[in-house]
């Protein structure tokens, strides 16, 4: 799988446990927390697959559009890694203000993904090339699959 196309597959992931968390009533509690609980983990790998080997990647490939698309999209992670999504793990599940909350990262987190998807993808397409692309998505698997082992293990 390519970069482009796990990225992807992790926005699906992401967009679906939103769903579900924005569908949630204030009785939900223990889902609602199931459900936050997931999410961190998924957003903290992606993140992280983002961060530290696809954004480099496209903004070595790029010039200064790229860089600065790069740098917009690393403040969209931080805003909703530092204050969005610790907020809402600290609030009640059984309160409104937990649903707004939810609404909000829902919104934040698809207003990301869509600028992912609908101007930076396609210029890394083809900035990166098809063989870098598949080079970048085989080490991504690779630290997905380890951060999300160790991940599990913290949560055990």
């Known amino acids: 799988m390519n970069a482009i196309e796990l990225l992807k597959q992790d926005h699906e992931v992401v967009k679906q446990l939103l769903e579900k968390l924005v569908a949630t009533t204030e009785r939900g509690v223990k889902t609602r927390r199931d459900l936050v609980q997931k999410l961190h983990m998924e957003l903290a790998v992606h993140t992280d697959l983002e961060e530290q080997i696809f954004y480099p990647a496209y903004q070595q490939a790029g010039a200064r559009d790229e860089a600065v698309m790069t740098a917009e999209a690393t403040e969209e992670h931080r805003a909703v890694d530092s204050q969005v999504l610790p907020d809402l793990i600290k609030t009640d599940p059984s309160t409104t203000t937990f649903a707004g909350r939810a609404k909000v990262l829902k919104e934040l987190l698809e207003h990301h993904i869509e600028e992912e998807e609908k101007e930076m993808f396609p210029k890394a397409t083809k900035l990166l090339g098809a063989k870098k692309l ?23």
């Open 134 to 156: 598949k080079e970048l998505g085989l080490l991504m698997e690779e630290r997905k699959r380890s951060l999300k082992q160790a991940l599990s293990r913290e949560a055990a």
